[in-house]
């Protein structure tokens, strides 16, 4: 009787220390797995597309032809004098430039700012999760944005899930303003001047 009484002490015992042991371990080891997911976006493989004006990462090329289904533009909306028309005979990389390069330039033509300056990169994200784990990696807190451009790295971010040739064309319109003014403007300027670019774009459209 003694000696099953001292077996069973004996096992409450390590019972013990060993739920011990293993909450101090979940302890240590659960913040250590967060914070390799939360850096996942430091790890991605960009492949690069350089165009005369910007240079587009991305992942695949399965980003490319989603983002050549999401930017889109017709002649009479974008008061373009080429029709694009042609675009499905040329290569996927160079659809995708010469569009990229076509709304940099029509926002350029919008602001009345034409100078030269050093090509936005262009971070395209898979997906919004993706996309707000790379803000908060950056920021240190939630991301409640779709799309921003970061002026100490002359970087556009932005994810394949709410991309089209407005929002493209809206963050380019930052890159720009802050590239092309002697002085950088407050960031309420940039937004007055931004959202310029916005409401014209619409105008055009329903011009038509």
């Known amino acids: 009787m003694k000696c099953t009484e001292k077996s069973v002490i004996s096992h409450l015992y390590f019972s013990k220390k060993n739920l011990l042991i293993f909450s101090l371990l979940t302890l240590f080891f659960v913040p250590l797995c967060s914070g390799a997911q939360a850096g996942t976006t430091e790890d991605i493989v960009w492949q690069i597309l350089e165009t005369k004006h910007t240079v587009v990462r991305y992942q695949s090329v399965a980003d490319l032809t989603k983002c050549r289904s999401k930017v889109r533009f017709s002649e009479k909306h974008w008061g373009l004098k080429k029709s694009f028309a ?110 310029h670019v916005d409401s014209n774009l619409k105008r055009k459209v329903r011009s038509y």
């Open 86 to 195: 042609s675009d499905e005979s040329n290569s996927l990389e160079t659809v995708i430039a010469k569009r990229v390069d076509v709304v940099f330039e029509k926002v350029q033509q919008i602001l009345g700012m034409r100078r030269r300056m050093k090509k936005v990169a262009i971070n395209v994200y898979q997906s919004r999760d993706q996309l707000n784990e790379a803000y908060k990696s950056i920021y240190k807190k939630p991301c409640r944005i779709r799309a921003w451009y970061r002026y100490r790295n002359n970087t556009v971010y932005l994810n394949l899930s709410d991309l089209h040739e407005r929002i493209l064309a809206h963050v380019l319109a930052y890159a720009i303003i802050d590239n092309s003014l002697p002085v950088r403007p407050p960031r309420a300027t940039a937004k007055i001047l931004a959202r």
